[in-house]
């Protein structure tokens, strides 16, 4: 249970952060129409970029396909909850421009080989039957 809560506590605290901002109907804004737009565009990437890396090392296999797909997962269920939230929306761009993250986080794992590094952790045991 230690080994589960080492590895999944990081990723459990940055998604309750994720949905406690994507909660919020009154995001301040940022400057004009297009800076407010590129900068909350920005912390999409990045908020799901450290998502996919935390997710990563949770998951503790060499590929990344796992983590980006509970990743992208969550992604969409994040833009399902904003859809009953006054004031915001909903939608598939947002899905597209968090899986942009994603993608620069799996690609950095793999062109860094970060499975080699101390960012992942030990596999889990399975339990036999």
């Known amino acids: ?5 080492v590895r999944y506590a990081p990723v459990l605290i940055w998604m309750t952060l994720m949905y406690f901002f994507s909660s919020r109907s009154d995001l301040p804004s940022s400057g004009s129409v297009t800076e407010d737009f590129f900068s909350k565009k920005l912390a999409h990437i990045i908020e799901y970029l450290i998502l996919m890396l935390l997710m990563y090392r ?13 990743s992208l997962t969550y992604a969409f269920t994040d833009e399902t909850h904003q859809l009953f939230i006054p004031y915001r929306t909903g939608n598939l761009r947002d899905v597209g421009i968090d899986a942009i993250g994603l993608l620069l986080a799996s690609f950095s794992i793999i062109k860094f080989q970060l499975w080699n590094s101390s960012l992942l952790v030990a596999p889990l045991k399975k339990l036999r039957p």
């Open 1 to 5: 249970m230690r080994k589960f809560l």
């Open 58 to 70: 949770a998951v503790g296999e060499k590929s990344p396909t796992k983590a980006l797909l509970y």
